[in-house]
Nanobody, 120 residues
Framework: QVQLVESGGGLAQAGGSLRLSCAAS????????MGWYRQPPGKQRELVAR???????DYAASVKGRFTISRDSAKNTVYLQMNSLEPEDTAVYYC??????????????WGRGTQVTVSS
């Protein structure tokens, strides 16, 4: 059973920083793209940042220059360094990964989410 477990959320002041981590566990063949999405209160889930297995990154316009996504393939872990936080960054942050299973089939997985709250 593949699981994505997030950590690192919490409360921060505007202008502050937080670092999120997401580790994939279980039996699988490989991990392709990994990413972070967020769902602000009363809004739809949206892409924050994504990173391919080759290290190519993509960011939402609202976080470019403030957030940095990275991954440690040896640890099956993706990180999101969030700097210059704004109250608008308040949301539940979800980890996402495209995983190739032992069977050879690809599957998209979600973590349970971690709350990030930024106070003004």
């Amino acid at each position: 059973q593949v699981q994505l477990v997030e950590s690192g959320g919490g409360l921060a002041q505007a202008g502050g920083s937080l670092r999120l981590s997401c580790a994939a566990s279980g039996r699988f063949f490989s991990i392709n793209a990994m990413g972070w999405y967020r769902q602000p209160p009363g809004k739809q889930r949206e892409l924050v940042a994504r990173i391919t297995s080759g290290g190519v990154t993509d960011y939402a316009a609202s976080v470019k220059g403030r957030f940095t996504i990275s991954r440690d393939s040896a640890k099956n872990t993706v990180y999101l360094q969030m700097n210059s936080l704004e109250p608008e960054d308040t949301a539940v942050y979800y980890c996402n990964a495209d995983i190739k299973e032992i069977s050879g089939r690809g599957h998209n997985y979600w973590g349970r989410g971690t709350q990030v709250t930024v106070s003004s």
